[in-house]
């Protein structure tokens, strides 16, 4: 008798999470979280995505900078309830942005404040370079992640071609 209590209880408890999840109410973390950031290193040069500076305010430029464990260097994935990802860094909380949501190829990654839009979602596509490797795209856009120069160079948002600058390869 108590395990078919128990039973019910379960199956109660799973259902009313079940719709919770599906009104937004209550949203799962995703893939990753707060607790699994983890360094995002170009497969190009093995430099990091940094918050320049260790900047955490929105408008601080996203730039590759030599690794060094800083939670500047720090970021993690976070899914909403409809599957649009963002990419958040660790340091601030604050969200890999598109900068003034350009649509030109080029365009500079700065941190911003999560607000939902679409200069804010990538999604991850794996370019079959081994690893944990990722290329990063706006689906919006079609723009990748990429590294366009040196290290301190901002990083950009340019036309996916799957080059080695823009293949991220996530350590944490």
């Known amino acids: 008798m108590k395990a078919t209590t128990f039973k019910r209880k379960a199956l109660a408890l799973g259902a009313a999470a079940g719709i919770l999840v599906g009104t937004g109410l209550l949203a799962s973390a995703g893939p990753a979280s707060a607790n699994s950031s983890f360094w995002m290193k170009s497969y190009a040069d093995g430099s990091c995505l940094d918050a320049a500076g260790g900047g955490t305010a929105p408008g601080t430029p996203v730039i590759t900078w030599r690794c060094n464990g800083g939670a500047n260097q720090q970021w993690y994935e976070q899914q909403d309830s409809s599957g649009r990802k963002t990419l958040r860094n660790a340091a601030s909380g604050l969200c890999l942005d598109i900068s003034g949501a350009s649509t030109a190829n080029g365009a500079s990654l700065i941190l911003w404040n999560c607000n939902g839009g679409w200069n804010q979602v990538w999604n991850s596509k794996d370019p079959q370079w081994g690893g944990s490797c990722y290329?990063?795209?706006?689906?919006?856009?079609?723009?990748a992640i990429d590294k366009p120069g040196r290290d301190g160079t901002q990083a950009a948002a340019y036309d996916f071609w799957g080059g080695s600058n823009q293949v991220w390869c996530l350590n944490g």
């Not at 290329?135 to 723009?143: G, K, L, Q, R």
């Open 135 to 143: 290329n990063y795209i706006n689906p919006t856009t079609n723009h």
